[in-house]
Nanobody, 126 residues
Framework: QVQLVESGGGLVQAGGSLRLSCAAS????????MAWFRQAPGKEREFVAA????????YYADSVKGRFTISRDNAKNTVYLQMNSLKPEDTAVYYC???????????????????WGQGTQVTVSS
């Protein structure tokens, strides 16, 4: 089973940038998908971005399009989330997720992922 560890969170001013990393270990990647979700206090966990481990398909929530970019480095078994033009409403705990069963599209629903990291806090001040 794949293990996921997020890093790169922190405190940043509005308009700033952060780059989150999700390091995977335990087994090699195949055709499953990776995603970022986030959860703010008092809110449900929501989808942010996803990418298939193979191929180039990506999907973004409307709220982050044009500001966030998800990418992967197969050699490092790592998925990244580059976050630019951050807003206070981006403040949340960001979770990395993986789907380990075959998929030929980009899942963007929480229950389509079966492995989760511990989360990393992102705080955007104004």
């Amino acid at each position: 089973q794949v293990q996921l560890v997020e890093s790169g969170g922190g405190l940043v001013q509005a308009g700033g940038s952060l780059r989150l990393s999700c390091a995977a270990s335990g087994r090699t990647f195949s055709s499953y998908a990776m995603a970022w979700f986030r959860q703010a206090p008092g809110k449900e966990r929501e989808f942010v971005a996803a990418i298939r481990w193979t191929g180039i398909d990506t999907y973004y929530a409307d709220s982050v399009k044009g500001r966030f970019t998800i990418s992967r480095d197969n050699a490092k078994n790592t998925v990244y989330l580059q976050m630019n033009s951050l807003k206070p409403e981006d403040t949340a705990v960001y979770y990395c997720a993986a789907r380990t069963s075959i998929v030929n599209y980009v899942p963007r629903v929480r229950n389509e992922y079966n492995n989760w990291g511990q989360g990393t806090q992102v705080t955007v001040s104004s």
